[in-house]
C-alpha cells in the first residue's frame, strides 16, 4: 500500500456502524502571505490527472456544504483517490480584498474506501508531447462549423471553459490568461499571422453561438466590433463532448445551481497539428507561453 495517503481502517469501521465521532472543525488560521487552512470532509464523486470533485461538507468560516472541483498540492496522490471513498483533507486558500483563490487540497485521509479494486468506467487521455489532435468539429460563436485540420500551419494555443464559471481562478482567469497573450501576439503582426486562439466551452447546451459572442467580446475587449479573426469561442455537439474532453483530460461533473465542476486544460498545438506541451492546471503564466510560442515561429 502506498504512503502518500493514510488508510485509517478502525475509524472506517466505527464510522460505517454509525458510531464514528464527530471530528472536531480547528479554527481557520492564517500564514504567511494571508494563506488560510480549514478541515474538510467529503465524498469523492470524481478525479483528474490533478484534482478531485468533492461532495464537501459544511466548512465554518470557508463555505457551506457543496460540491465543488479541488485541485491537488500533491497531485501524484490522485491515483490512490476513486469516486465514493471519504476523506478528510486540509484545505488551502490564499485569500484577498476578492475572496479565496488558489484553492487546493493537502494532507489527504481517505476514511473509508468505496472499492479497493475500483476501475473507472471512463479513461481519459493525458495529453503528451508529440500526440495528433483528432480533427474535432465545433460550432463558433459566428454559428459557424470550425475543424481543427483548418488550422494546420498555425500555431494553436487551446483552452477549456465555460461562460457562466463564477470561480475566479478558473475559467475566467483563463480567458484573462488568453486575452493576454492575443494582445502580445497582436503586437508582433509576423507572429499574429501564423497563430490562432481558440477557447472551447464544454457546456454547449448554454453556451450558444450568442453566448459565446457575447463572451469572446468582452474579454478581447471589442465587445460588439470583435471580428473574431485571431481567437474563435466554439463548443462542440453534445454529442461529441465526451469525447473532446475526454482527449483533452477535462473532466466535467454537474454541480449546484445550473453550475459545473471541472478540471482545466490547456494546449499548445504546433503546425503539424500535434501537441506541443500541455498545461493542466492554472499556474502557468502567459509570458512563459508567448516565449513557447516564439520559439515555434521563424523569426523575422
Known amino acids: 500500500m502506498s504512503r502518500k495517503l493514510l488508510f485509517p481502517f478502525v475509524l472506517t469501521l466505527a464510522l460505517l456502524s454509525g458510531c464514528g465521532p464527530k471530528t472536531p472543525r480547528p479554527t481557520p488560521k492564517t500564514n504567511a502571505g494571508d494563506q488560510k487552512t480549514f478541515t474538510i470532509r467529503g465524498r469523492v464523486l470524481a478525479t483528474t490527472s490533478t484534482g478531485v470533485t468533492l461532495d464537501g461538507e459544511n466548512v465554518p468560516g470557508f463555505m457551506e456544504a457543496m460540491t465543488m472541483e479541488y485541485k491537488l498540492r500533491d497531485p501524484s496522490v490522485v491515483s490512490e483517490l ?7 483533507a486540509t484545505v488551502l486558500a490564499d485569500h484577498s480584498s476578492e475572496g479565496y483563490t488558489n484553492i487546493r487540497l493537502d494532507n489527504i485521509v481517505v476514511i473509508a474506501q468505496a472499492r479497493p479494486d475500483y476501475k473507472p468506467a471512463i479513461q481519459y ?17 459566428s454559428g459557424r462549423t470550425v475543424h481543427l ?11 477549456f471553459i465555460y461562460t457562466r464559471c463564477q470561480l475566479a481562478d478558473f475559467c475566467p482567469r483563463m480567458s484573462r490568461n488568453f486575452a493576454e497573450i492575443d494582445h502580445a501576439l497582436a503586437a508582433e503582426p509576423a507572429l499574429y499571422d501564423q497563430t490562432h486562439l481558440l477557447s472551447v466551452s464544454f457546456d454547449p447546451a448554454y453556451d450558444t453561438p450568442k453566448v459565446l459572442r457575447s463572451y469572446g467580446g468582452a474579454y478581447t475587449g471589442n465587445y460588439t466590433n470583435e471580428r473574431f479573426a485571431h481567437w474563435d469561442f466554439a463548443a462542440p455537439t453534445e454529442k461529441d463532448l465526451p469525447t473532446v474532453t475526454q482527449f483533452f483530460n477535462v473532466g466535467v461533473t454537474p454541480g449546484d445551481s445550473r453550475s459545473l465542476t471541472h478540471s482545466l486544460s490547456t494546449v499548445l498545438i504546433g503546425k503539424d497539428g500535434r501537441i506541443v506541451d500541455w498545461y493542466p492546471t492554472n499556474e502557468w503564466k502567459p509570458s512563459d507561453v508567448f516565449s513557447q510560442i516564439k520559439t515555434l515561429l521563424p523569426q523575422s
Open 149 to 159: 485540420s483548418q488550422f494546420k500551419g498555425k500555431v494553436v494555443l487551446m483552452t
Open 82 to 88: 476513486h469516486p465514493g471513498d471519504r476523506i478528510t
Open 125 to 141: 487521455h493525458v495529453p503528451t508531447t508529440g500526440d495528433q489532435v483528432p480533427d474535432f468539429v465545433l460550432l463558433n460563436q
